[in-house]
């Protein structure tokens, strides 16, 4: 499509990816692939993630390098989300450890702390303006799950700068975030492997 979208209606969004159904943190991927394409930069931040190889963090790295960007777009020490970053940039951050125990016992605390630490460095990454897209994966999850306010995160999003995106993704997202959002996509289950005990599988589901 022609880049008829003149300088002055360009905004920046707020999505949410929900629903039961697959597709919400691969919606958001394709989003930022179609944002990298565009030569934004685009922050992903995973909360909760970490103990999964995924493949995205591969092809991060390889369209990084590819964009000409000098930074590694997978984890290791933070080079701060808030410094300015290359022009073209591709980054993927897993700030959790992979999961979570909910019901019944107490949420380890360490879990919490990685929330919080997460959430920082998200509100810090939206509030730069350093980034053009900054997704939140899984961020819902961790609201659901009472470790994150989402007057919190309404807080910040109300208050970032005009032309910075932000995706949300995770099942069961939060009213008021439904309600500040801009597009709010509901996946729903039709059917899903696993429900024939069809395990995960490389390149679909991680
Ligand atoms: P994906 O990362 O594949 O886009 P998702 O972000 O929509 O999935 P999550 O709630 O983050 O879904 O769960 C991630 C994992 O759970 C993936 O391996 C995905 O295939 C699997 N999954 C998603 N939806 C379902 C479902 N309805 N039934 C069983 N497994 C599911
Ligand atoms: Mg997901």
Same mark, same amino acid.
């Given at each position: 499509?022609?880049?008829s979208t003149p300088?002055?209606?360009r905004r920046g969004l707020i999505l949410i990816n929900t629903g039961p159904g697959k597709g919400k943190t691969t919606a958001a991927l394709g989003t930022a692939l179609r944002a990298a394409g565009n030569g934004m930069s685009v922050l992903i931040l995973?909360?909760?993630k970490g103990s999964w190889h995924y493949g995205e963090l591969d092809a991060?790295?390889?369209l990084n390098t590819a964009l000409g960007a000098a930074e590694s777009g997978t984890g290791g020490t933070l080079s701060p989300a808030t410094s300015s970053p290359p022009a073209q940039n591709f980054v993927i951050r897993q700030l959790g450890r992979g999961f979570v125990k909910v019901?019944? +016992?107490?949420?380890d605390p360490e879990d919490i702390r990685l929330v919080e630490a997460a959430w920082a460095e998200a509100a810090a990454a939206i509030l730069s303006g350093d980034w053009d897209l900054v997704v939140l994966d899984e961020i819902n999850y961790a609201i659901g799950y009472k470790m994150l306010s989402p007057e919190a995160v309404a807080e910040v999003l109300r208050r970032k700068p005009e032309m910075v995106h932000v995706i949300l993704t995770g099942r069961n997202a939060h009213p008021l975030l439904?309600?500040?959002a801009d597009t709010v996509t509901e996946?729903?289950?039709?059917?899903? +492997?696993?429900q024939r005990g069809i395990l995960a599988q490389r390149g679909i589901e991680f």
């Open positions: 499509m022609p880049d300088e002055a209606a995973q909360f909760l991060a790295a390889a019901g019944g +016992a107490e949420t439904v309600e500040l996946m729903r289950e039709v059917k899903h +492997a696993y």
